[in-house]
């Protein structure tokens, strides 16, 4: 659905003053929207953007590096807790596990060893793994969130020797076929924006090399274009379960570590950065490699996104492309809040013994309300409250599905006549009255 008018216009004037601001050769961004683009918003001539120009992502290639560990791990072939030497044997930072890995909380550098791998030809794994020393281990893990490109070269390695394939073929295999994502690429592939750096004093540009990482590939060596980038933004708000369990990705937004300790504003979950904008909550990740800038912002509630690039490297273009993913992203779910899904009545009431279940109940002297959904679930709560739901297991046997019952039993408890005078919710005894004792 395309954005209304004004939204529209309020974006392009976001996205021109950036790319004026940010002093970028070009810049380019879409909106997405249940699952394609909503809007697309270009400003430059350096060269001329478009939604099939690409650009290189930077960093944005970890987070298909960590669904790629996701799904081995899904198929039983890893688990996330596995130490590095499991899959790495030998290597002198292998008590490090994937998890901490993918959520860098492992402590370990930022860097490997030898010459800035974004702006050299990079190495095979073979001289990667020669390079690590116990010394590379920054902090103890969990410690504090450390930001490790070499983590994920790491995982990349991993993923090599567990299927025998390399990282490049994988992802190809994996994600970017199944997905249609054909201008995702390991090199550039015409047309694509060549890199700069902006001189600070006389806006002259000067170009970029653009590097082939070898083992370092996995933390960022991917090109790609707006249309492409879309289709992976749409992938992070809702995934192809055929690629991806949803509960998967869920899980992967969840925060492994925080990154701000002090407002709590960002965090990072396995290999997606996490991003707390008033009361919302964005996941997604910001790249950069010599020449270029991207970003990556997913509100996965409402299936919304928006994915940006630049041409240029430095703090001024940077900072206007990273948090312009962000700041459009606010300003588009302001502007156009989702409907509220319609109500619809119940096409018959539920059985006699689910019936009884619903209605207030009490515990502690506080008031809750249950009721059966049309899905057959039992939800309520306290007024105002957050609502709890639980599903169906057995006959009188309920699952927390939500909330601070997530995952804890509902027991219904009968009188001997069969109807129902108690629920035991995880120990805790639900009366029919405030003044019955549990």
Known sequence: MALLPETARQVDLLVARAQAEGRGPSLALGVVRDGGLAHVALAGEQPRPDADLQYRIGSISKTMTAVLVMQQRDAGRLALDDPLDRHLPGTPVGALTLRQLLGHASGLQREPDGLWWERAAGADLATLLAGLTPAKIAHPPHHVYHYSNLAYGLLGGVLERITGTPWADLLRERLLEPLGMRRTTYHPTEPYARGYVVHPWHDTLREEPRTDTGAMAPAGQLWSTVEDLARWAAFLADPAPDLLAPATLTEMCAPVVISDLDAWTGGHGLGVELYRVGDRVYVGHGGSMPGYVAGLAVHRPTRTAVVDYANSYGLRAGHHVVGLARDILT?????????????????????????????????????????????????????????LRFTPEAPDRWRGRSGSQDGELLTVIRDEDGHPVALDIATFVFTRTPDQEP
Do not use: H, N, S
Request: glycine share 12%; no cysteine.
């Open 331 to 387: 300003l588009v779910l302001d502007a156009e809040p989702a409907a509220a899904a319609p109500w619809r009545p119940a096409e018959a009431p539920p059985p006699a013994d689910l019936a009884e279940l619903t209605g207030r109940w009490w515990w502690m002297g506080g008031e809750y309300e249950f009721r059966i959904d049309p899905a057959g679930d039992l939800v309520g709560g306290q007024v105002g409250r957050p609502l």
